[in-house]
């Protein structure tokens, strides 16, 4: 989690605009606590809030080619950066080891068109000095927070989030998920499409259990190729419970390579005595995870909640009452020197898991509701048909026994009485 903001279009003075640049980027610092640079130009404010987690020494940011022709800002991972480094960008010379560059480097190779070949978090701005031109792009799912807005002279403003556009905007909308803004164009455009977005292409297509298990596995080894310490958000249910079961799989695997006993840390929250917290604790047992338990008052939750509304920009009920939890969790979870976490996120939106998704009428109207929530390939099934105990037992390094199994399901039963699964 970074934060990046930039100052394009210039109409003024850019020496005046680069102060009203360094204090808006400032009040995004708790986003990135390690370092933060800036760019300037007459045309273009490129300015950077570092939270490090690939090439801790090398990545900071604003990262400009080798050329001195292309520099970027840019929130996020691309995970697949090594893959385009060997088969896109052998011939680029690279400055640092920071998977954001490849950013610059298919820049370089492609132009604008190679946004929908990155597999990753991210947003960025990037500027072409002797064209004047400049690349805006977000992920194809909107993971990574992205908002732009204008002042009252037209010039454009880019941010990670509001709070930094509001002293100098008196417009803010978000930029898009799986979009792009070209400057010569001025148009935003959306790059991601999948036929999949259709539902009458897969109608037909049939459930496959090794392609989900197969992606599921290279998504969480994916995300775990980073140069600080990680873990694993760990609630009981069984999305986080089967992240955690692979990551540790991953972990132990590479322990036997390099001789070597590291544990996987893992966190779980709660108020006192909560079942989630004790079916966590038996799940951190069995997955052999280092497990640190926040156990908080409602007191505690109710204090957060002034600063959880300003970090999170929203007052929807549902996501701040999320977001309390998560909010104090994530202070323990810096406290102990993690940078990065893997969740169960995002499973519910991606298979259907809250209530209303059972009242959907047919199939295809359940489907257009899940390409709301998210655009990432998977077929409409079911949440509870893919949970089956064939499907827990691959993933989970231990015989899964029957009771609990039903424990594990009860429990998941339990968080879907409530109408968006939050406990």
């Known amino acids: 989690m970074c934060a990046i903001f930039g100052i394009l279009n210039i109409k003024e ?34 300015s950077h809030e570092r939270l490090s987690i690939i090439d801790i020494k090398h990545g900071h940011q604003p990262i400009i080619n080798s050329s001195q022709t292309s520099v970027l800002v840019m929130n996020g991972e691309i995970y697949n950066y090594k893959y385009i480094k060997k088969n896109f960008c052998y011939d ?13 480097a298919l820049y370089d190779k492609l132009g604008i068109k190679f946004l929908d070949l990155l597999n990753g978090m991210f947003s960025f701005i990037l500027y072409d000095i002797p064209k004047q031109h400049y690349l805006i792009g977000r992920d ?3 993971m990574v927070p ?14 990670s989030e509001m709070k930094a556009l509001i002293p100098v905007c008196n417009t803010i909308k978000e930029f898009p998920p799986r979009s792009y803004l070209w400057s010569p164009d001025g148009v935003i ?32 080894k994916m995300h775990l190729i980073t140069d600080v310490p990680y873990g694993v958000l760990l609630s009981g249910g069984l999305d986080s419970a ?29 108020l006192l005595n909560a079942p989630d917290l004790i079916s966590a604790r038996l799940l951190s047992k069995k ?19 002034r600063d959880v509304i300003y970090h999170i920009e929203t007052y929807d009920i549902t996501t701040v009452r999320a977001s309390i939890p998560m909010y104090l969790m994530s202070k323990k979870i810096q406290s102990q020197g993690v940078k990065m976490v ?14 209303y998704f059972h009242y959907a009428p047919n199939m295809q109207d359940f489907h257009e509701e899940l390409h709301i929530f998210v655009s990432h390939t998977i077929l409409p099934v079911q949440k509870k048909d893919i949970y089956t105990e064939k499907f827990l037992k691959k993933y989970f390094q231990y015989p899964v026994q029957q009771h609990a199994f039903l424990i594990i399901h009860q429990l998941h039963a339990h968080r879907l009485q409530h109408q968006n699964g939050i406990n």
Not at 287 to 305: N, P, R, S, V, W
Not at 342 to 355: H, M
């Open 13 to 46: 003075n850019y020496h005046i605009l680069k102060k009203k640049a360094l204090y808006c980027s400032s009040l995004m610092s708790h986003r990135g606590p390690d370092s933060n640079g800036i760019y300037e130009g007459k045309d273009a404010i490129l």
């Open 92 to 104: 680029y010379k690279f400055t640092s080891n920071s998977d954001c560059e490849v950013v610059l």
């Open 140 to 142: 194809h799912i909107g």
């Open 146 to 159: 992205l908002y732009i807005g204008y002042d009252i002279k037209k010039n454009l403003y880019v941010s």
């Open 189 to 220: 455009r959306q790059y991601y499409y999948r036929k999949w977005f259709q539902y009458k292409n897969i109608e037909y297509s049939p459930l496959n259990y090794k392609i989900i298990e197969r992606t599921l596995k290279q998504s969480v």
């Open 242 to 270: 089967i992240i955690a079961s692979i990551a540790s799989k991953f972990i132990k695997l590479k322990n036997n390579k390099k001789s070597q006993k590291k544990k996987l840390k893992s966190f779980s929250i709660g």
């Open 287 to 305: 997955l052999e995870t280092q497990h640190y338990e926040i156990i908080f008052k409602k007191q505690e939750g109710l204090d957060a909640i």
């Open 342 to 355: 893997l969740s169960g996120e995002g499973a519910d939106e991606i298979f259907g898991g809250y209530l």
